[in-house]
Nanobody, 124 residues
Framework: QVQLVESGGGLVQAGGSLRLSCAAS????????MGWFRQAPGREREFVAT????????YYSGSVKGRFTVSRDNAKRTVFLQMNSLKPEDTAVYYC?????????????????WGQGTQVTVSS
């Protein structure tokens, strides 16, 4: 099992930046992907970005590509989500998730461990 703890959320004006962090513990050597999802009020949770835990590979949703960057620090067992040019529609609770085996990286069901979420609010 993998335990995940997010941090770094907050309130920012449109056009601003935030960096989210997700610290992993437990069976991190078994992780295949670490991803970010978000859920806005009244909407379903949606895929944001994901990164392979070893090797090379990052993937983004169309709505954040070019503005968000996912990266990792394996030594610190931490994944980051750098969010630039934030828009009010980016307002949501952001969740970190870990996948322990190969699956469809856009689907929630591919990820078996989840953090508690961190709130990001972008004001206009």
């Amino acid at each position: 099992q993998v335990q995940l703890v997010e941090s770094g959320g907050g309130l920012v004006q449109a056009g601003g930046s935030l960096r989210l962090s997700c610290a992993a513990s437990g069976r991190t050597d078994s992780m295949y992907l670490m991803g970010w999802f978000r859920q806005a009020p009244g909407r379903e949770r949606e895929f944001v970005a994901t990164i392979r835990w070893s090797g090379i590979g990052t993937y983004y949703s169309g709505s954040v590509k070019g503005r968000f960057t996912v990266s990792r620090d394996n030594a610190k067992r931490t994944v980051f989500l750098q969010m630039n040019s934030l828009k009010p529609e980016d307002t949501a609770v952001y969740y970190c998730a870990a996948a322990l085996r190969i699956g469809n990286l856009w689907l929630e069901s591919s990820y078996s461990s989840w953090g508690q979420g961190t709130q990001v609010t972008v004001s206009s």
